[in-house]
Structure formats: C-alpha cells, structure tokens
C-alpha cells in the first residue's frame, strides 16, 4: 500500500514469487498481480489490498 501524497510505503501485502505486472479490473475493484516465478495471478480486492 503507498501514500502517494506522502511517498511513502504504509505496508506490504505478500503475492507470488515474483510479483511483476498490475493490473486493475475495468470497474477498479480489483488489482491482479502477475507472479511471473510461480506463473500465477494473485488477485486483490482494490480497496482493501487484501486477498
């Protein structure tokens, strides 16, 4: 999670191995992450950055 107005990170919200591509789903609720040493797809809720 970061704070773009502070640039800074608040916290870290643990993917794949390899975590490498974001992607935000067309209605912004969820934010795919490509982990390109597993060949997954983690996938969050946008919000709440959560599983």
Known sequence: MLDGAATKVQREVPTGMGAHGL???????????????????SVLDAYAASP
């Open 23 to 41: 992607y935000l789903s067309r209605n912004a609720t969820k934010l795919y992450v490509t982990n390109r040493h597993e060949g997954s797809v």
